[in-house]
């Protein structure tokens, strides 16, 4: 479960920042070569998947180009960087999917849950069975009851032997 808050988190920032920056405009290659890049000066480039290619200018405006091929791609960050000079250029990762995410997960999941079953059972059973005093033994079983694996391996490797 803390796995799914770690992808849910990411997946919200990347909503907020998507949703307060639309003041973009999306406009074709020759349109940008014939008219923006002949007025304004380039500040930053980002290169989403080789495909898509956001421009920010210092006027504070943002152009996206889409449905660029690899090499259009290429001669175009080329031609940017030959009128402007040095231009910050960014390349985004592909997303990945939350469902992909979710599946591996649940792959994971039947092997995950025996692991630490067995992990706690064989740290308890040594609590128990240990001659330490009753807070301790109540304070190693709460650590290894509430953090999964950690509890048990840290108790099973820290142990004194008797």
Not at 39 to 47: A, G, N, P, R, V
Not at 54 to 62: G, R, V
Request: aromatic residues 10%.
């Amino acid at each position: 479960m803390p796995r799914i808050v770690f992808l849910i988190i990411p997946v919200l920032i990347s909503i907020l920042f998507t949703s307060c920056s639309d003041d973009y405009e999306e406009i074709s290659k020759s349109e940008f070569i014939n008219t923006v890049l002949q007025d304004q000066k380039i500040t930053s480039l980002e290169i989403e998947n080789k495909e898509k290619i956001h421009i920010y200018t210092n006027e504070n405006k943002y152009y996206v180009i889409s449905d660029l091929s690899s090499h259009s791609l290429d001669d175009l960050v080329d031609e940017i960087r030959s009128k402007n000079g040095a231009v910050l250029v960014k390349y985004l990762a592909p997303e990945t999917s939350i469902i992909l995410d979710v599946l591996m997960s649940l792959l994971f999941l039947p092997l995950i849950i025996p692991a630490h079953i067995i992990l706690l059972w064989i740290a308890l059973r040594k609590i128990i069975k240990s001659e330490i005093e009753h807070t301790e033994k109540i304070l190693h079983a709460i650590i290894s009851i509430f953090f999964p694996f950690f509890g048990p391996i840290i108790y099973l490797t820290t142990k004194r032997k008797s």
